[in-house]
């Protein structure tokens, strides 16, 4: 279609781009112009982009009309592609204590950083992992009692009334052996760490024994057997927890909704008939609705920070090799990051501590790793001179209610601590959310692709399958210059970081949208709502910076709202004591959902 060949972009060298708050770059909002489909029209869909002449067609004039021929396939660069976005150290603002060399070691010192937090009575607040290990310590209650209910919780969450769909896979026996053998060593004094017995929820995207990996699909596992326990789920076990099972997910993680054809739509413990986000649907669930005070996630577009922002919880996405990948499904090898969900931000560092390493048998990344550092988390003590970074246009451009919540968040900071808000450009911002599903897509395509070639296209869920489709239809012309603008763009990041310590952003462009009835067995595409959920959360994937989203209010509806700080490669220790001084700002406001479970009830 050479005749057709729509004329690049040509942009101009990274130094003749200015990232001030005068830059006169124009903020180019999201060009997703296709309507909301379910049921019969995304079958429909589907059967047209897999017919082979029509279905090119149809995806070449989709990427013309989204823009991705202009602003990435054809598009004219001097910068050389940036394959993985490995970051060498240049030091952190506040680097308080040292890593250990185990787990176990590493969830003591961060513990020593900590304090127990007081609980207001008059307000809600969730069960911590040290209010779990305190528990267990005083003889209060056993893990064998806390996960008798919660194998009881789980169990009311899947009747008819509920249809809440956790988890895709668990297992009673398998859970309750655990919570035997740590209760056995707590009344012996012997518990491995504040972590023994605490309840973790697994992404069904991360290798756990004894469940087989689907992946949110119906056939992953037929095609790829777990034989061992994923590194992070080895140093979790290692510290005692118990791990629950498999939490659900979008198929594939190719979507931002949670709506799961096959294993059933998560729900959000906020409002049932709303999305609990995507793609570690589950994992923001379980914590929301105090089944575990923190589960595991995947985070490769958002896929941790914007389902806990939908359900009120805590997401942590660490820097890009900073916990290892390995036994992960190789859904995407660049942009996709083990992170943490959690009640609040001090059980997010507790896990943090327990799953942060290197993968061993990737060399590269051992040597360009700092060593870990934790922040002291005793008091919200404020720490001076901390600039948050702000383009006005962007943190703007969501809905009305969260803009309010999150202006109003960022002037408690200013009023209680003093920090400084600057005002900066970030430029070429929807450039970078298109290179980034080039990239996403391209990897997740690569990886799949030839075990799809030889199934039974009816074992894939409608909605995947349109993902598939676009996924394959990119070029190397396009994954080269989707490499271009990741350098290009991790440049200006590194330009605005030169003012400011931290992006400060709302997590999402909106909250949860209602769950549609006719999504049960075709699941949706919602390519507008899709985008305002990942609005701002693509730097932290595609340039391999720490992210964390923190509660800080409510929609009318009285559905979560969160607010999120992007830091510097490897600077989790000053992201995670920003958070944790936000949190105290707005913990004594945050609300019970409408469904939770008080697992530590006396």
């Not at 005692?240 to 190719?254: C, P, R, Y």
């Not at 083990?338 to 943090?352: F, K, N, P, R, S």
């Not at 919540?405 to 005002?423: H, M, P, V």
């Amino acid at each position: 279609m050479g005749f057709l060949k729509t004329k690049g972009e040509i942009y101009k060298a990274v130094e003749d781009v200015d990232v001030g708050p005068n830059s006169n770059q124009f903020y180019l909002t999201a060009n997703v112009k296709a309507p909301r489909m379910a049921g019969f029209l995304v079958k429909v869909f589907a059967w047209l982009l897999e017919t082979p002449i029509f279905g090119s067609t149809m995806l070449y004039f989709l990427k013309r009309n989204n823009l991705i021929h202009k602003l990435v396939t054809f598009a004219e660069l001097q910068e050389s592609p940036l394959y993985v976005p490995l970051h060498y150290y240049e030091g952190g603002k506040e680097e308080e204590n040292q890593s250990g060399t185990s787990p176990r070691e590493q969830v003591r010192q961060a513990l020593e950083y900590m304090v127990a937090p007081i609980k207001d009575l008059k307000s809600f607040s969730r069960w911590s992992i040290l209010d779990y290990s305190t528990a267990y310590n005083s003889k209060v209650i056993t893990p064998t009692k806390v996960m008798e209910r919660f194998l009881s919780a789980v169990e009311q969450s899947c009747t008819p009334s509920m249809q809440m769909s956790f988890f895709i896979n668990f297992d009673a026996h398998d859970i309750l052996t655990q919570a035997a053998q740590s209760t056995q060593r707590y009344q012996q004094g012997e518990a491995l760490s504040v972590l023994d017995g605490v309840p973790i929820g697994i992404k069904d995207e991360i290798d756990c024994m004894p469940y087989p990996t689907t992946g949110g699909t119906k056939w992953m596992h037929k095609v790829r057997q777990c034989k061992d326990d994923a590194e992070c789920v080895k140093r979790l076990r290692s510290c005692g927890a118990i791990l629950v099972g498999k939490t659900n997910m979008h198929e594939l993680g190719a979507g931002t909704s949670g709506i799961n054809p096959h294993h059933g739509t998560t729900r959000n413990p906020y409002n049932i008939g709303r999305i609990a986000g995507g793609s570690s649907s589950g994992s923001a669930a379980v914590v929301a609705a105090g089944l575990c005070p923190a589960a595991i996630g995947v985070d490769g577009g958002g896929s941790v920070r914007m389902p806990a922002a939908l359900c009120g919880v805590v997401g942590l996405k660490p820097s890009f090799g900073r916990v290892s990948h390995s036994g992960v499904l190789p859904l995407n090898w660049t942009v996709g990051m083990v992170g943490i969900l959690a009640g609040t931000v001090e059980d997010a560092l507790l896990v943090y501590a327990a799953i942060s390493g290197p993968n061993s048998s990737h060399h590269s990344q051992t040597a360009l790793q700092p060593k870990l550092y934790f922040p002291l988390l005793k008091s919200p003590r404020p720490m001076p001179n901390i600039r948050l970074a702000k383009y006005g246009e962007w943190f703007n451009d969501c809905n009305e209610e969260i803009r309010v919540c999150c202006s109003r968040a960022l002037e408690k900071l200013r009023d209680n601590y003093g920090w400084e808000t600057i005002q900066v450009t970030i430029p070429e911002l929807e450039v970078m959310r298109l290179a980034h599903y080039v990239t996403i897509g391209s990897e997740c395509s690569t990886s799949i692709g030839p075990e799809l070639e030889k199934m039974n296209k009816d074992e894939v869920g409608w909605d995947a399958r349109v993902a598939v489709s676009v996924y394959g239809s990119f070029s190397s012309q396009e994954y080269l210059n989707a490499q271009r603008i990741r350098n290009r763009q991790l440049q200006f990041h590194k330009r605005i970081f030169s003012m400011a310590d931290v992006i400060v952003t709302p997590t999402t462009g909106v909250t949860a949208y209602t769950i549609g009835n006719d999504t049960r067995h075709t699941g949706e595409l919602d390519y507008i709502n899709g985008a305002a959920l990942v609005r701002y959360q693509i730097a932290g994937n595609f340039l391999g910076l720490p992210a964390i989203t923190v509660p800080v209010g409510y929609d009318k509806s009285h559905l979560p709202i969160g607010l999120q700080f992007i830091g510097k490669p490897w600077d989790e220790s000053l992201l995670i004591h920003i958070a944790f001084s936000m949190q105290a700002l707005c913990i004594s406001q945050y609300k019970k959902p409408e469904v939770f479970w008080d697992l530590l009830a006396s």
